[in-house]
């Protein structure tokens, strides 16, 4: 079974900037979308971005678009979430989720369709935003 390990969070003021990382245990990325999702204080989790392992292609929600950038580095095996321009309601854990490109699309995964148990988490990582 493929383990997901993030890092790279951590507290900043309004205005900053971090970057994710989630890495693969084994070298099948190419065989995956990720997802990166975040579950702030007190609400539900939601999907912020999606990446095809495969072929690169990507997805954004409304939230993060021109704030956020998801790639990918097959030689690395790791997804990587540039987070640019926080504020305050970014604040959350973040955890990435991979699933075979079999079951899932870079849409279904981000969009209509969602995790499954089909799929992988990381442990997470918090992302703290405060002036």
């Known amino acids: 079974q493929v383990q997901l390990v993030e890092s790279g969070g951590g507290s900043v003021q309004p205005g900053g900037s971090l970057r994710l990382s989630c890495e693969f245990s084994?070298?099948?990325?190419?065989?995956?979308?990720v997802g990166w999702f975040r579950q702030p204080p007190g609400k539900d989790r939601e999907a912020i971005s999606c990446?095809?392992?495969?072929?690169?292609?990507?997805y954004y929600t409304e939230s993060v678009k021109g704030r956020f950038t998801i790639s990918r580095d097959s030689v690395k095996d790791t997804v990587y979430l540039e987070l640019n321009n926080l504020g305050l309601e970014d604040t959350a854990e973040y955890y990435c989720y991979a699933e075979s490109v079999i079951f899932k699309t870079v849409q279904e995964l981000c969009g209509t369709g969602g995790p499954s148990a089909m799929g992988r988490w990381g442990q997470g990582t918090q992302v703290t935003v405060s002036s």
């Open positions: 990446i095809s392992g495969k072929d690169g292609s990507t």
């Open positions: 084994k070298r099948i990325l190419d065989d995956y979308v």
